[in-house]
């Protein structure tokens, strides 16, 4: 588990080597939330969008559950 524990620490400081794997990671988790919620009943398309591989991790705002009807 050290080994696992250790990358994480390593990558939340290094934003730069992170943006593709995390990238990818947030990828297959849209592509797995399609196949949990095909008819988009708790997550609606708006609230499915893909990282931009050419936009810095950075720059992304964190995401807010506030704003749910």
């Known amino acids: 588990m050290q080994p696992l524990l250790d990358q994480v ?6 934003l730069d080597g992170a943006t593709e794997p995390l990238i990818r ?13 095909p008819d988009q009943m708790r997550f ?3 609230e499915r969008t893909r990282f931009d591989a050419e936009r810095p991790l950075g720059e992304l ?9």
């Open 9 to 14: 620490d390593t990558t939340a400081h290094d």
């Open 44 to 46: 609606p398309s708006h």
């Open 25 to 37: 990671l947030q990828h297959q988790l849209i592509e797995l939330v399609g196949l949990l919620d």
């Open 61 to 69: 705002k964190p995401f807010r559950g506030d704003d749910r009807p």
